[in-house]
């Protein structure tokens, strides 16, 4: 809206809307343009910044890979349940060890009891789960099995979706949820109970524990965050290419699209914006309320 081409009376305008002035209602005078402001308070993003942030979410899809790479070798008996169970714990106790090192002693709890808490928890949770997989094995046997894999993409996806990518430790309950319902779909299909009980292990391990290590990582270890992200993706590709090439090239095409092509377009566009404030935006009131409260 431009200045109004109206002859100025002798009273100078004011932009006030309380007392009556020999203006038109829609009259402005040259200083309106004055207050304009563009781009206020938006932030410039740079390429590399951002292809780092979005590793997080190619491995999270490599993650997902890799679950799935594994759950095939499982169902044609290339994999045998106690070599997974064992590998799981090796990469725990590990993983717990690394988690330990790179947080405070205040953040961590470095405490004997702390320590005995959370193997606790995990020996409560490996046993139920042990005792629960003749259930949980048998738990979709009058679903379909085209039925049950459709619903294992469908919560893998919406895992995916929902996952909390900006701040992934602890992980957010429907992504994690979603997750864990796929892994009792998919390790229902396996032959024995004990293949569902270490399919289910590793998923805990894969889904629960790996965002909280790698969270961690990304706070306090930014290169080991970077080259770990890429070992991920490659690990994830190269196994899903042991069983589908069809699947990695896919799956490799998403990962370039999502880490590298996809922070390309939003620095692109992020420099396209404009965005103008000035007096015609919703009046904003700064006054101090203490004046009004005594």
Not at 142 to 152: F, L, W
Not at 262 to 279: A, E, S, T, W, Y
Request: aromatic share 10%.
């Amino acid at each position: 809206m431009g200045p109004d081409c109206a002859p100025s009376p002798a009273v100078p305008w004011r932009k006030v809307l309380w007392e009556p002035q020999p203006y038109p209602d829609n009259y402005v005078d040259q200083r309106f343009l004055e207050e304009l402001r563009r781009n206020e308070g938006i932030r410039q993003y740079c390429y590399w910044p951002v292809v780092k942030e979005a590793g997080f979410v190619g491995q999270q899809l490599s993650c997902v890979a890799i679950f799935i790479t594994v759950w095939l070798y499982m169902e044609q008996g290339l994999l045998s349940p106690e070599r997974l169970l064992w590998t799981s714990l090796a990469c725990a106790l590990v993983g717990y060890g690394l988690y330990q090192a790179l947080t405070s002693p205040f953040e961590a709890g470095c405490g004997l009891w702390t320590h005995l808490a959370g193997l606790q928890s995990a020996t409560i949770f490996l046993s139920f789960t042990f005792g629960f997989s003749p259930v949980l094995k048998t738990l979709t046997e009058s679903v379909s099995t085209d039925t049950v894999y459709a619903m294992s993409a469908v919560m893998l996806l919406a895992h995916l979706v929902s996952f909390p990518y900006a701040r992934p430790s602890p992980p957010g309950s429907l992504s994690l949820n979603a997750a864990l319902f796929a892994s009792v779909c998919l390790a229902s299909r396996l032959p024995g109970a004990l293949h569902t009980f270490a399919m289910l292990s590793c998923a805990l391990l894969v889904f629960a524990l790996w965002p909280c290590l790698l969270q961690t990582l990304r706070e306090n270890a930014p290169r080991q965050f970077t080259g770990l992200c890429v070992g991920v993706c490659i690990g994830g590709v190269g196994g899903l290419g042991s069983q589908s090439p069809g699947g990695a090239l896919l799956l490799a095409l998403t990962l370039g699209s999502v880490t590298l092509l996809c922070p390309l377009l939003l620095v692109m566009l992020q420099r396209q914006k404009d965005n103008i404030h000035g007096p015609w935006d919703e009046a904003e009131i700064h006054e101090d309320l203490s004046l009004f409260l005594q």
